[in-house]
């Protein structure tokens, strides 16, 4: 979003003199331009710095909202002086990524700290019915704790420094690509494109992964139990068989075979 703001305010050709800069983590930056005071970000930060805005500028912002656009304030002193909207368009693919989560009995929750119209808007857009909005990163972290509190396993998708801290608590942290240098830091797993469809994806790979463990071990484990006891003589007794070292070694090299055959199954998974 700054980034938004700043290609296209810089073709504007302002020069000044800017001092005591400051951000302020998820919700907005401070600084003095000029002698003046200004501060930019969400409508509730400003309201607790003392801004007041004016009731037709309000109501431009609430149109903004409703179209499902981020809104940003700016004020100058104590008045809020100006709005920015920035449209945070979605992607074709995500509304069919939650319809696969959900398929998959996955209940998605989306936290972001866009405000309430906007984020009720993209939820509704894309399918999603549990959402916050307004939260801090550190929200994002108290909502992550509570369910899994309630016995349940939590995976968080993100992108963003305001992430971090929940891809740190959940138990399955996903960094998107494209992300910030700190979420890919903090999360277990980083995908090299920001597309939604890339976790359905992974989840299924991983599923199949852990499957193809399992069924290699039991291959490799039962060539050993039923071999070495033959090996060793086990039915000579009985039968007079011995294992024959040539067939022995013949059956262990197809039992690597196998091993492999069945791990390079997961390319077409």
Known sequence: MASAITDYFS?????????????FTGQGVTGQFDGA?????????????????????????????????????????????GVVSIADKLRETSKA???QLTKMGITVHMLTGDQEKTAASIAGEVGITNFQSGLLPQDKGEYIKKLQEKGHKVGMAGDGI????????????IAMGGGTDIAMETAQ??????DLMAIPDLLKLSKNTVATIRQNLFWAFIY??????IAAGLLYPISGFLLNPMIAGSAMALSSLSVVGNSLRLKYS
């Open 37 to 81: 005071q200004y501060a930019i970000g969400n409508l509730k930060w400003l309201k607790s710095l003392g801004s007041s805005i004016d009731l037709s500028l309000s109501q431009a912002a609430d149109e903004m909202l409703e179209q499902g656009n981020i809104v940003v304030y700016m004020a100058k002193g104590k008045e809020v002086v």
């Open 11 to 23: 073709k504007e050709k302002v020069s000044g003199n800017l001092t005591a800069f400051k951000t």
């Open 162 to 173: 305001n992430d971090s801290e929940a891809l740190v608590l959940a138990d399955l942290g």
């Open 97 to 99: 990524a939650i319809a």
């Open 189 to 194: 797993v980083t995908l090299i494109h920001a």
């Open 224 to 229: 050993n139990i039923i071999g070495i006891p």
